[in-house]
Each structure stands twice: as structure tokens, then as C-alpha cells.
């Protein structure tokens, strides 16, 4: 993606089912948990650089001894800050006390962050201030070992203004207007509630204060706790839990928007928000690692006792599609494959694009971003050219001579490393001329590979606001001299604000609504606009069951491509030579390369959740009104 795009968050969870002693005899530290927690938060950067934070827990304490230990950043490298900070502690610890240095039993009782139970998080803050007090994962701090809560997660609720309003009418003040405080304190609630019925289930049985403790561990049922809590969530959640005595949850929604993988064996419980992470860290093989169910919680017990509950009915399977063709890292076997097909299936309208062209044609992609789809429509135009020379061989009738055949089979796709993408320029200067000047040159090109009579064809994974697209990357591929250049974008068109984690919250920022807008007006149809204002508007008092998407509509004047058409105009820059052709994936192809992630509200507007028709409409409804505010 040449646009700059915040996405969604990571988690990481390490329950160590056997003793410290055990990893330290096997792997030669009591600190494997948190080492191995080093590499899944390391594996799993790409989602998130603007904070990460880790959390752990001992079991089996005295009074009296710290159990509980918390490291949060907002540093330029979060993850290894954080890293370098529990390093230095440990060390500090073991230098100043060398008998700990043998005795598992002496570094669990006095060094910090050493633990059976261990959290991780990366952040990408899609809103609200970026400190260190908005870095998960977050605590709920008691008294009672049981009633402390540690709470991590790469979601987003759109009815948070409703669930925050459930805690106010159970008595409860929470502290922030976040959907994590919110969600927090509303699993809390029913946490407190459940000890204390256990607790007084036990007095009247006849147990004494002290025997409770552990029995509370026992009879506290998490199922239900999340059962309660979840009642009215509507978002795309992937949150992980840790009790203050050593249960721990991870939960999906029921539409599986956010992902979440897991593994066990007899010695760890791993949960992470994807798969080769688990992979690679652990040295297990895929089919070992499986894919959480919608609607379920993995839950472990105090006990090491593992269970997958459903906590609630999952709903029709719209897992994120964006997430395999740009978030998530492409190492994924399954995504690997998945983004190879993307490129693949765009090949007829590229072709048709170049008039069948492929001599005078160069093929390359965007840095880093597009580089799988990429091998899947070079392994096409590949195809394409073996035709040709079969066809062009048979219809020689064996009259040709060897130079000929050679020349014939000569002919392969001639392929290139045309964009460059720099280190990040500083725009250091706020005027708006010097600005666009350094913004024009984060890409750079590679000259002396392109004809005047060649076209250049350059895919891209995604195109949402189209900036560095018009800004930069066609201007820097002008520079070439090419007769025309040809952007393909692996993703359909993107038409519609996310609400489930991702920043795309407003409507005027995508290329496409503002393409639409441009044929409206263009067309005579503009009045359009306030209708479907006015409908909008009609619904806003609506349970969200009952809202439509009426934003649909301005989209459904023009085919697909005119208004691809037109976003090839508008990014288009007047100082531009050769002739620009934009082509999306049909949103057919998109369900043919990804048949098991259809989660495409992004291009269709068919959100998984009844929240996302509220959101899409209040996000109509800012842009007409000149709002800036989010949308939920």
C-alpha cells in the first residue's frame, strides 16, 4: 500500500503449563516464557509501531510478594524498549544477587516479570491521544488476587456510547470513555460478581477466609463471566484476559472479523493474531496451529486445563479480507497463496489494458507491499507468452529454422525494479509548495529500463486515498518516459470506512467516494447527495438492527469502471505526460482468491455487524455536515 495506513493491533499469550524449573532444565532459562514472548511481539511489528506493552503473572505466591508486573511504551522502537527495559531490571537483579543466578525458586520470588502467565501487545492507536496510558495491555487492580484483571486486544466497538451507558446504569463511574476501559470494566463487573457469589457460597459451607482462596480459583467459571459481559458487544474483537490467580481468556467476535490462532501441547498454551508467529516461534508445523472459532474463548485454567467455550452465537462468517491482502504478514501459507491468486486473476484486464502487448511492456510492483501478488501475475503473463510461442511454433508447421524457434521462445515477461521507496523524508518545512516537493520524492525510480514505446504496468496491494499514488509514485514513473502507465491495485476499490480497528473512519478521504462525487456532479446528479443525506439523517434515532445503507447509492449511478475511470483522472497530475489507466480486482475475484475471508465491507459495504450500517450512515452524515468527529 502506497498510502500510509494505521491498522489494527497484535496480541500474545504464553501460558507455561509446567513448572520454571522445568524450562530451565529443558531450555536452559526460567526466563523462556518471557523470551519467547520477545520474538512473537517481534514477529507480529507490523501491526502495530506506535506502543506495545507486556504484562505477567506468578502463580502461587505468598502474601506479601509482588505477583503481578506491567511494562508499557511509546518509544521510537516500543517493542524492543520494552525489552531492554525488563533485560536491564533481571540483570540489575542478578548482579546484585548472585545466589538468584541457580535458584528458579529465588528469581520467581524477587525478580519482576518472570512468570507462568504472560501477555503481549502492539499498538496502532487508530484514535485518541498516543500515550503511554493508551497502551494496552490494561490493568484492573484489587486487593482480592481474583478480582485483578489485565486486558490486551486488537478491537473496536461501534456502540461503545451504549455499553458505556450499561456501566453507568449498574452503578459503576468508569474513568475514561474508551471502548477498552469500557470493555475492561464491564468483564470486570461480572468478575467481582462472581467471586463474591462464590465466596459467600463458601462461608455458608463452612470454609474459613483463608481456605477460600483457592477454591474461588477453582469455581470461578470464565465462560460465564465473558457469557454476561459480551451480551451486547457489537464490533471485530480479538481480546485476551489474565486473572489476578492465573486463569486466562482469549475471545473472538462472532463474525471472526479480527483473527485469532492458537497451539497447545503438555508444556504451553500460545495464542497469537497470527499464524506463523506460532509458527516459527515454537517450530511447529501449520495444521498444529489452529484458528480460533467466532463466538469462542480459549480458556485456561489456574489448573493448566484448556477449553474452547462458545460464548456466544457465532454470526455468518466475515472474517477481514483486507487482513489477508495487506495487514497481516504474508509468510501465512494460506495468505501467501491467497495474494498470489489476486495478482493472477487481474491478468485479463491488464492484458486488454496493453492490447496483449507484453513485448513492449515492463512489469514490477510497489516496494514491499504488492511483491506476492506480483509473482502471481508474472506466473500469468507467463502462461500467456507460453501460448503464444506453442501457437506461433504449431503454425510453422515444422517449416521454421532453429533461429526462429529460438526467437520465438526468446520472448519472456520483461520484469523490473522500477519504484524505490526511500527512507521517510522529513517534511520539515510547513509551506505547502516544499511540502509537495519532498512528499513527490519518497519514491525514487530506476532509469535506463523503459522505452518511449513501452508501457509500464505497476501493482500495488491497495489504493485507499490515492496521495502517494498522485503525489508521488506516477509522477516519479513520468520521469521514465513511458507511452502508458498502468496502475493495478490487488484490491477492489475501497468505498467504505472501516469501524472494526483500521483508521478509515471518514468518507472524503477515500478516492473512490470523492470519484463518485466527481460523476455525480459531473452527470447532473448531485441532489443525490442531499437525499441520501436526508436518509440518512431519518435513521438516526433507528436500533441498529433496524438501520440501512443508503450510502450505497452513490455508488450504484456508475459502473465500477467509471469510476475507476475517473479515479485514474483525479489522481492524475496535470504535469503528467504518458496516459494513466487505474484497474481495481473485481470484488467476484476477490471471493475467488480469498473463498474463506469474506469480510468485504471495505468494497461492498456489507458490514458483518448491525453497528456497521449506523456508522456508515453517521459517517455520510459528518461529511455533509463539514464533521470531523468519528463515526463511532
Known sequence: ?????????????????????????????????????????????????????????KMDTLPGERYISRVRSIAQQPIQDIFAQINERVNKELAQHPEYQDSVALQKKHIPYIGELLLGHVRYGTFGKNSVESVHPFLRQNNWMHRNLILAGNFNMTNVKELFKNLVDLGQHPKEYTDTITIMEKIGHFLDDAVSKIYKDLKKEGYGKHECSPLIAERLKIAKILRRAAKNWDGGYAMAGLIGHGDAFVLRDPAGIRPVYYYTDDEIVVVASERPVIQTVFNVEFEDVKELTPGHALISKKSGAVSIKKILEPLERKSCSFERIYFSRGSDAEIYQERKMLGRLLMPQVLKAINNDTKNSVFSYIPNTAETSFYGMIETVEEHLNEKKTKAILDGNGQLSADQVTSILKERPRIEKIAIKDVKLRTFITEDSSRDDLVAHVYDVTYGVIKPTDNLVIIDDSIVRGTTLKKSIIKMMDRLHPKKIVIVSSAPQIRFPDCYGIDMANLETLVAFNAA???????????????????????????????????????????????????????????????????????????????????????????????????????????????KERAY
Open 1 to 57: 500500500m502506497s498510502d500510509a495506513l494505521k491498522h489494527e493491533c497484535g496480541i500474545a499469550l504464553i501460558r507455561l503449563r509446567k513448572p520454571l524449573e522445568f524450562y530451565k532444565e529443558k531450555y536452559g532459562s526460567a526466563f523462556y516464557g518471557v523470551n519467547k514472548m520477545y520474538l512473537m511481539m517481534e514477529k507480529q511489528h507490523n501491526r502495530g509501531q506506535d506502543g506495545a506493552g507486556f504484562a505477567s503473572i
Open 517 to 627: 462525487l466527481a460523476l455525480l456532479k459531473e452527470n447532473g446528479k448531485y441532489d443525490l447527495v442531499e437525499e441520501v443525506y436526508h436518509r440518512c439523517k431519518a435513521q438516526e434515532d433507528l436500533a441498529d438492527k433496524d438501520v440501512k445503507n443508503f450510502v450505497n447509492e452513490i455508488y450504484d449511478q456508475f459502473t465500477t469502471e467509471q469510476i475507476s475511470a475517473k479515479i485514474s483522472q483525479l489522481l492524475t497530475d496535470e504535469s503528467v505526460n504518458a496516459e494513466v489507466e487505474i484497474i481495481f480486482q473485481p470484488v467476484a475475484n476477490l471471493h475467488k482468491a480469498i473463498p474463506d475471508h469474506l469480510g468485504d465491507w471495505y468494497f461492498t459495504g456489507n458490514y458483518p455487524t448491525v453497528g456497521g450500517n449506523r456508522v456508515v450512515n453517521r459517517a455520510f452524515i459528518n461529511f455533509y455536515e463539514g464533521n
